[in-house]
């Protein structure tokens, strides 16, 4: 099977056992592969029933034909599993090296399953799997343990995937990261790991991944690469990394500030990626294969710390503007503690945030905080806080169930700008309205990489192709819902595949890459019916697990117009928007589930 390396890797860790198994073909067709095949296995595997901390809820490690190829930016892995955070399916994806090393290591992915009674890591070399005590590794950061197991391995080319202390705490926002600091950030799926006393997995090989047509695989990969030097928004991450969005994000009031509700802020603009570069950045870093190198290297000297990860855009939102820090530096350092922690900066930041509001609000009090004056604009009580988050001390211990449990506690649920009880990431559907419908209806709760409508309507690499065409960001027609299916579909085949979503080449060098891997001879109009396949599986997942068309809603608080900025007096009409995507998608309005016809075309069972 090319494309394939054709195994993935059982593990149960409550008995001990590994056992190898064929990757099933017509479920790679189907599927694909990323949070694609993730999804179908997991429906196989888990019902309403499965507890997301309990030994049943499988955590899946999946990669995609694409990755460790010669393919640029598709080096990337799917972690997946029943979320703990949301309750319903839960996937991130990271860059890096872990995913092409996985596939090196002899495996298309990895379906961990069960509970250790002893801290744990899993070696993967050259295919051999072996279980090993991980009681020295308990307690170390994410940078240390990944350094660690390397030392360990005596592989100092060995990739790791580990948890921090967040993950260990089962904190519910907790990252899985990797390659020093990388994260699969969203749905808590470090709190997994951590459930299952499963510290890291360390994996080095040397198999290559089989391809169909590599001659011809080499000079679509070339002629990518040729066309970067005409791509503006690669170029822009190129040289000031995702940070580089900050400037015309606050121009749409895009940037969320002062937790939604407010439409300017001029200190936002302290947290410009032009200015990081110029004042904190040490260099940029490229995953695997990637010519495009979006990665910064930054430091923060005032808090002694000289190399950090990032930060990314989501992160200068959330732990800056969200919360009014606008100290660069401080939000640098922020960003820093959630990466060793291990915790994801979209969850951390938004629910503290969260905490300022409700603070601000007389809600919460020193009383019931620990004496903690949570305040809008106090770095270094956010810094005291993650802290806190991440060890579940004290108020910490509330503040590390999520924005909705905070919420819900204080009696204040509508407060919680969440959709599906995922926190809403750092763009406003106010500003790009297609962004309603996209995390109304996202298969993870809201999510910013299932469906980039700000990229789509500021031309930034959309399908035009396949129906995605950009367009006015304020129009909330049905034509503009189906307009945010088809990319919403579009990225989860990109999350399949799995390739970068600032890989944005065009859909024939797509489709001529993913046919030279592995020898299929799809069509264009294919891809997208693999998208929404993915999609609907993922959404008879969720109805399994109990959503129903009721959760398929904006938080209050984005239901209310802002006075200034980009967005003012703007708010999306979601149920035109919805009506168009669900006509798109062919899911009955009042069930919420695929209708017979569409079932039958994505070959799906109802
Ligand atoms: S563009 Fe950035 S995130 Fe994407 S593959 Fe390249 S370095 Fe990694």
Redesign the pocket.
Known sequence: MNGYMGQVLYVNLSSGETRVEPLPEEQARAFVGGSGLAARIAWDMIDRHTDPLGPDNPLILMTGPLVGTAMP?A??YSICARSPLTGIWGEANS?GFVGPQLRFAGYDGIVITGQASEPTWLSIVEGQAELRDAAALWGLDAYETQARVRQELGEPKARVVCIGAAGENRVKMAAVMNDHGRAAGRTGLGAVMGAKNLKAIGLRGTAQVPVAHPDALRDTAREITHNLDEDIPAIA?QLAGTAGYVDMALMYGDMPIRYYQQGEWSAASNLSGVLMVDQFQNRN???YR?P????RETRAPSYGVDAVDGPEYETLGALGTLPMIGDLEAVIYAGHLCNVLGLDTISAGATIALACEMFEQGILTPANTGGVEIRYGDAAMVHRLIGMMARREGFGDLLAEGSASLAERFGVPELAVTVNRLEVPVHDPRAFAGMAAIYALSPRGACHMQGDMYGVDTGQGAPWELGVPPGDRFETSEEKGRVAARQQAWRNLYNALIL?Q??NPGVEPLLAAFNSVTGWELQADDLMTIGKRIVTLKRQLNLRLGLCRADERLPDLLTRPLTEGGTEGNVPDLDALLRGAYAEYGWDMETGQPGQEAAAALQLET
């Open positions: 930016s080096g990337r860059g991450i870093t490229a995953c990637c495009i190198a979006c990665g970068c600032f890989q």
